[in-house]
């Protein structure tokens, strides 16, 4: 007897699973479990993804719906993860919630770097695993060194289509090959969903801008999130659009629309804001945008690729300097939005919905910065990133880099040689330390 498991957090996760098998990615088993996952800060008080409109609609590709929650009550998923010497005592102890008996398990998890993902591929030791990727971080850097245990047994890693001819760098310093998901399959799965958007407004092609809580991240302070949204508002209205929908992060508090709402009185913008958790590719379906405005969003790209939706984005250059640290793993989907996309205030740019860059240029984009991120686990991409570095980097495309990261790589752009022991010395450290009070002393 053979039983999957699809581990899984997220409404989209879900579909794109449910995408996957409708198109024969996943070999025939004698039975079938999703394993829900609720990483909210507190899952008390969030839905998870089996209580969202639409996922009953989802739910026939499953033989059973568990909660990974309960099985390991009070933990959280998201920071818990099993004592080694435990591992054969857990295994015995899901084996025994789940009724998996002795059956042969094969694992499809999310993040396989962090739990819960991880802790699920070293309890079921030995089980094959794959990897589905819903965003755009499966383009990236794997986060963190993996145990060769884990990342030596996972097969492939499946991902959609969004960025075309774009392959993913995840997992492949142990040689794992991407494998696409039928983007037909995706969008049929998306139009199942599109009919069960219950409380979403009948509003015809307005713009719609995309929330992502980015100050949870502690990447934005909240004041600047709002301050992002109401960017995302003037711009979409000095583009003429009159008609705009806000659709707020689950987890965002409703505050964050005040500021938003102040602005739209102010322009003379009719402002819808969505209070229904619902997927954003359910209301490309259902409203047909006129343009999707966001920051760094998975959506941006499932708009303009899946969809042919005009998009555009804004923020991207403070994200890109404010994302600490480095190998933040966060960085690569910025980094393929801003170099990508249109930028708001660009309106020739936003009309003709010119790529700033093709596939191939983005590619080495991608694996320069790659490398950067993550040096010690793709060491043979250093004479690329060398190659990209002496040709492309200049003021623009320096957003993509910090100049401290390339001078402790010895790439090129980073400071010169003769200077590198400056960051290094205490003493140069305190005199400027001494010289930024007195200049702010004296601006005072």
């Known amino acids: ?11 989209y996760g879900t579909a ?50 568990l909660s990974y929650n309960e099985a390991i009550f009070p933990f959280h998923p998201g920071g818990w993860s099993p004592r080694g010497d435990d591992l054969p005592l857990w295994e015995r102890y899901l084996r025994h919630e789940w009724r998996l008996g002795a059956d042969d398990v094969e694992l499809a998890v999310e993040s396989i770097q962090v739990n819960p993902s991880l802790a699920l591929a070293q309890i079921f030791t030995g089980a094959p695993v794959t990897v589905y990727a819903d965003g755009l971080m499966s383009y990236g ?6 145990d060769p245990l884990v990342g030596t047994r996972v097969d492939r ?36 969903l599109a009919p069960a958007g219950d409380g979403v ?58 500021s938003l709402e102040q602005a ?17 590719e359910v209301l490309y379906q259902r409203m047909r945008p006129a343009l999707v405005v966001g920051c760094f969003s998975t959506a941006l790209l499932t708009a303009s690729a899946l969809y042919g939706l005009p998009v555009a984005r804004v923020g991207t250059e403070l994200l890109l300097e404010r994302l600490a640290p480095y190998e933040n793993s966060n960085r690569i989907p910025v980094t393929i939005v801003d170099a990508l996309l249109p930028d708001l205030t660009d309106r020739r740019a936003v009309a003709e919905q010119r790529p700033g860059m093709d596939t191939e240029a983005l590619g080495a ?5 790659g490398f950067a991120m993550q040096p010690r686990i793709y060491p043979g991409l250093r004479p690329q990133a060398e190659t990209w570095l002496a040709r492309h980097l200049d003021q623009r495309t320096l957003r993509y880099f910090k100049r401290r990261r390339l001078s402790a790589l010895a790439l090129p752009g980073g400071v010169p040689a003769q200077l590198a022991f400056i960051p290094r010395n205490a003493t140069v450290r305190r005199v400027a330390r001494k010289a930024r009070s007195l200049r702010n002393a004296v601006r005072r």
């Open 157 to 192: 890693v499946l991902h959609l289509d969004l960025v075309p001819g774009l392959r993913p760098l995840l997992l492949t310093e142990f040689g794992v090959p991407g494998e696409l998901v039928p983007t037909p399959a995706f969008t049929k799965v998306l139009a199942e």
């Open 365 to 369: 984009l991608v694996r320069a910065v």
């Open 264 to 280: 739209a009185d102010r322009l003379g913008v009719g402002l819808t804001v969505l209070d229904t958790p619902v997927l954003a």
């Open 141 to 146: 850097p794997t986060r963190s060194k993996l």
């Open 16 to 65: 794109t699973l449910a995408a996957a098998l409708d198109s024969g990615c996943f070999r025939p088993a004698d039975r079938r479990i999703l394993l829900v996952c609720n990483n909210a800060a507190t899952p008390e008080t969030s839905p998870a993804l089996d209580a969202m409109p639409g996922f009953e609609r989802l739910r026939d590709r499953f033989d059973d719906v």
């Open 201 to 258: 407004p009948e509003l015809q092609e307005p713009a719609l801008l995309l929330g992502q809580y980015l100050s949870a991240l502690d990447i934005l302070t909240p004041e600047q999130e709002e301050q992002l949204h109401v960017r995302m508002l003037e711009g979409a209205a000095a583009l003429g659009h009159t008609t705009v929908v806000f659709k707020p992060h689950p987890s965002a508090p409703a505050r964050f629309t005040r």
């Open 1 to 11: 007897m053979t039983t999957q498991i699809f581990q899984a957090s997220t409404l």
